[in-house]
T-cell receptor, first 117, second 116 residues
């Protein structure tokens, strides 16, 4: 158990809908990362938050957004869902934000499997 | 750009055989970190190791060992005396720093099947 929790574990919804995925980082970790794992794209970085602020963006669609709350939990919002959004969405956490001299390992949650029908 | 290549898509061996998973990377950075993660059939990603670019010593942890060679930009992972429980998809990852923030760039993964 990594200490990172994600809910829900599975989510089935229809095209055009909106869903929210939730993540609680390990105790003491300030950084939260979201990744998408799909068969065609593999594991792709979406976005990072550090202590409530957005720090980095990757291949995140405009239909997707995220935030990190004062208690450090994070939510990933996916809207106007399409069939291609079906994937496993991982949240990860680490203690620090970054910097070239220190790069902490990221601990991953169990993932939320999203199925868009 | 940062890139990780795991050329072996799938490997299948019989239990107790040794197996090596290859990882080759490309990076623009002089300081970087490399990682291996395991994804068992249950789906979660399990952290195995982190190695920084200044430390080229090989590392051993039980039946697992890692060989980092900067000259060939490789960070290979060997499982000795494999067991059925080692069956999983293994990902090699490389650090990428964007404006001081961090992300991981993953390879496509190697699906390892250990047959009894």
């Amino acid at each position: 158990d990594s200490g990172v929790t994600q809910t829900p574990k599975h989510l089935i919804t229809a095209t055009g809908q909106r869903v929210t995925l939730r993540c609680s980082p390990r105790s003491g970790d300030l950084s939260v990362y979201w990744y998408q794992q799909s068969l065609d794209q593999g594991l792709q970085f979406l976005i990072q938050y550090y202590n409530g602020e957005e720090r980095a963006k990757g291949n995140i669609l405009e239909r997707f957004s995220a935030q990190q709350f004062p208690d450090l939990h994070s939510e990933l919002n996916l809207s106007s869902l399409e069939l291609g959004d079906s994937a496993l969405y991982f949240c990860a956490s680490s203690y620090r934000s970054g910097g070239a001299d220190i790069y902490n390992e990221q601990f991953f949650g169990p993932g939320t499997r999203l199925t868009v029908l | 750009a940062q890139k990780v290549t795991q050329a072996q898509t799938e490997i299948s061996v019989v239990e107790k055989e040794d197996v090596t998973l290859d990882c080759v990377y490309e990076t623009r950075d002089t300081t970087y970190y490399l990682f291996w993660y395991k994804q068992p059939p249950s789906g979660e990603l399990v952290f195995l190791i982190r190695r920084n670019s200044f430390d080229e010593q090989n590392e051993i942890s039980g039946r697992y060992s890692w060989n980092f060679q900067k000259s060939t930009s490789s960070f290979n992972f060997t499982i000795t005396a494999s067991q059925v429980v080692d069956s999983a998809v293994y990902f090699c990852a490389l650090s990428d720093t964007i404006q001081g923030a961090q992300k991981l760039v993953f390879g496509q993964g190697t699906r390892l099947t250990i047959n009894p």
